[in-house]
T-cell receptor, first 112, second 114 residues
Framework: GDSVTQMEGPVTLSEEAFLTINCTYT??????LFWYVQYPGEGLQLLLK?????DKGSNKGFEATYRKETTSFHLEKGSVQVSDSAVYFC???????????FGKGTTLSVSS | NAGVTQTPKFQVLKTGQSMTLQCAQD?????MSWYRQDPGMGLRLIHY???????DQGEVPNGYNVSRSTTEDFPLRLLSAAPSQTSVYFC?????????????FGAGTRLSVL
């Protein structure tokens, strides 16, 4: 079945450092891919998405590119801030009417 | 526009008790779902619904019941609570027309079963 694999955390960075969180997926078709963020004590919020190969999703300085050849959707940010500390989830949706499938989440901690 | 509203935010139950977690959305979304979040496990799908009157099981449905009598509401029932059901529960909703549309999540219900 479909699945999402994320790099294990926690990831600990200093402010203004470069961030990469790896995400790879397994799917039978052509899924849509998402990154969600969960701040402490809150629900999940959509960070960015991509619906087809080579699409780049971007939001709040974060970017991820849908790479079909490597089945990856790595999250990047050039300069992280303390306020980016959160748990990040990679997810896929195979087709309309089906549930999101999530990775296990990666905790990011940014210190000043 | 409230989005997805979950109640209660916190709940403590004793083993064997039953309760209902409420979820309501005001976006006229067809698709609603319940997830549980446990440390190191990510989010796992419990039940979902593609429209009023239609529900189906997800990855971890045992011990939970759902119904969908209206588009807006999708309650999750714990029939006889067990300590293994201690978790954070999230309700989500989305359109089903296009797969690329994202899900919107509620703020969660933190449940402890003693």
């Amino acid at each position: 079945g479909d699945s999402v694999t994320q790099m294990e955390g926690p990831v600990t960075l200093s402010e203004e450092a470069f961030l990469t969180i790896n995400c790879t997926y397994t799917a039978t078709g052509y899924p849509s891919l998402f990154w969600y963020v969960q701040y402490p004590g809150e629900g999940l919020q959509l960070l960015l998405k991509a619906t087809k190969a080579d699409d780049k999703g971007s939001n709040k300085g974060f970017e991820a590119t849908y790479r079909k050849e490597t089945t990856s959707f790595h999250l990047e940010k050039g300069s992280v801030q303390v306020s980016d500390s959160a748990v990040y989830f990679c997810a896929l949706s195979e087709k309309a009417g089906t549930a999101l499938i999530f990775g296990k989440g990666t905790t990011l901690s940014v210190s000043s | 526009n409230a989005g997805v509203t979950q109640t209660p935010k916190f709940q403590v139950l004793k083993t064997g008790q039953s309760m209902t977690l409420q979820c309501a959305q005001d976006m006229n979304h067809e698709y609603m779902s319940w997830y549980r979040q446990d440390p190191g496990m990510g989010l796992r799908l419990i039940h979902y619904s593609v429209g009023a009157g239609i529900t189906d099981q997800g990855e971890v449905p045992n011990g939970y019941n759902v119904s969908r009598s209206t588009t807006e509401d999708f309650p999750l029932r714990l029939l006889s609570a067990a300590p293994s059901q201690t978790s954070v529960y999230f309700c989500a909703s989305s359109y089903t027309v296009t797969r690329g549309l994202p899900a919107y999540f509620g703020a969660g219900t933190r449940l402890s079963v003693l």
